[in-house]
């Protein structure tokens, strides 16, 4: 993109596809001396908020950072707590989705998922599929670095069965083999709880990404902080690489 594209600042739209890393529900239960299920069981609740808030700006893509690939290392008993309120969530938000015309989607490694997860994901996916006016998509049991390389195996596979050349192998060939594919790129990433790192998340599709990293635990974000990301946002100048 070139430096006539650029988006000057102050004059950006709103993000068409946010991308968010929900971070701080065992800090949040912690400080109030509450099991680290219940900072997880707030956090489902503050899901609402951002769906409700990103519809209300008109995005039209929003991606959550629910489970990564790294938190099956956490206590048995942490993850089965999380697995149930997955459970819960699904089951009693899928019709509230529904009718708002929310399209669900989930990314990430189904394999270690039980079964059962399985088969509510793929419900809720067929069910929502023709839906357009937000595209709701849930990393689950997802890695950035898992998903390149499983990305690589599908090309190396392509080529090896005589599906692909190699030096066909381009970023459009890539994207396509990502979890992500037919997706567009998040335009701003946003992670709460004070920590500036983005944990293995979106690796690929970050590359021109806005970075806004906030204070705030999951559990206590609200309408107004979605607003603050959408404000914040229309204040950067995107250049693409095309101006220092």
């Known amino acids: 993109m070139d430096a006539a594209h650029a988006q000057p600042a102050g004059g950006a739209s709103a993000p068409a596809h946010v991308a968010i890393i929900m971070d701080g529900n065992g800090r949040w239960a912690k400080a109030r001396g509450l099991p680290r299920t219940e900072g997880h069981r707030r956090g489902a609740e503050s899901v609402r908020v951002a769906i409700e808030s990103a519809m209300r700006h008109g995005v039209r893509y929003l991606t959550l950072f629910g489970f990564s690939s790294e938190n099956w290392k956490r206590p048995k008993s942490e993850v089965t707590d999380l697995m149930g309120l997955l459970r819960i969530y699904l089951r009693r938000e899928i019709d509230q989705l529904d ?32 839906n357009v006016r937000l595209d709701l998509i849930i990393a689950l049991s997802y890695g950035g670095r898992d998903e390149i390389v499983e990305a690589a195996r599908r090309l190396a596979a392509d080529v090896a069965e005589g599906r692909l050349k190699p030096d066909e192998i381009d970023e459009r060939a890539v994207e396509a083999a990502l979890y992500t ?8 990433i946003v992670r709460t709880s004070g920590e500036k790192r983005i944990s293995n998340f979106l690796l ?6 806005e970075f806004l990293f906030v204070d705030t635990l999951w559990p206590d974000f609200r309408e107004s902080d979605f607003d603050a990301v959408v404000s914040e946002f229309r204040t950067r100048q995107r250049r693409y690489g095309a101006t220092g």
Request: aromatic fraction near 6%; avoid cysteine; hydrophobic fraction near 35%.
């Open 99 to 130: 009718r708002n015309g929310v399209r669900v989607r989930f990314i990430g490694d189904r394999t270690k998922l039980d079964s059962d997860i399985v088969a509510t994901i793929v419900r809720a996916e067929n069910r929502t599929e023709g």
């Open 181 to 188: 594919s037919g997706i567009p790129d998040p335009d701003v």
């Open 204 to 209: 690929w599709q970050s590359a021109y990404a």
